[in-house]
């Protein structure tokens, strides 16, 4: 299996975002996302489905479709259902560097680059299609 291919088994998250395409791009400059695929929707307009490499995971996501939402659920892109209650972590080489480079990208700081209590040096950002994404690195034991 080349890393291209979607594990057998996996956790991946499938994002719900309003400008399927302009996020796309975000996560490029961003995260250094890489476009595996992407499934253009019956209507010419939205994506249903795209399919990103970051920081060696898929990660999948689709243009909102409110027209499809089930009555009773809160399942919809950020701005349309008031937030997301999901932070996306990845384990990256620097955290410092994974930040400035998403926030000189267009995200928003959530918490800076600091030394955590629990051995990491961890960063938050909201990118802005309403996701947040999270960035660490262990530090070096004394």
């Not at 961890?122 to 690195?137: I, L, R």
Request: proline share 7%; hydrophobic share 40%; aromatic share 10%.
């Amino acid at each position: 299996m080349t890393d291209r291919q979607v594990p057998a088994k996996a956790v991946i998250p499938h994002l719900n975002v309003e400008g399927a395409a302009a996020a796309i791009a975000f996560y490029a400059e961003a995260l250094g996302a890489e476009e595996l695929s992407r499934m253009p929707s019956q209507d010419g307009k939205r994506l249903l489905h795209a399919d990103l490499l970051i920081n060696g995971s898929h990660v999948f996501l689709h243009d909102d479709f409110p027209e499809h939402s089930f009555p009773g659920t809160n399942f919809g892109a950020p701005p349309r259902i008031g937030g997301s209650s999901v932070t996306i972590h990845l384990r990256v080489e620097s955290c410092d560097a994974w930040y400035e480079r998403a926030m000189k990208a267009g995200a928003t700081t959530v918490m800076a680059p600091h030394d955590a209590f629990w051995g990491d040096r961890y960063g938050q950002v909201v990118d802005p299609f309403g996701h947040s994404w999270s960035f660490a690195h262990p530090l070096a034991k004394a």
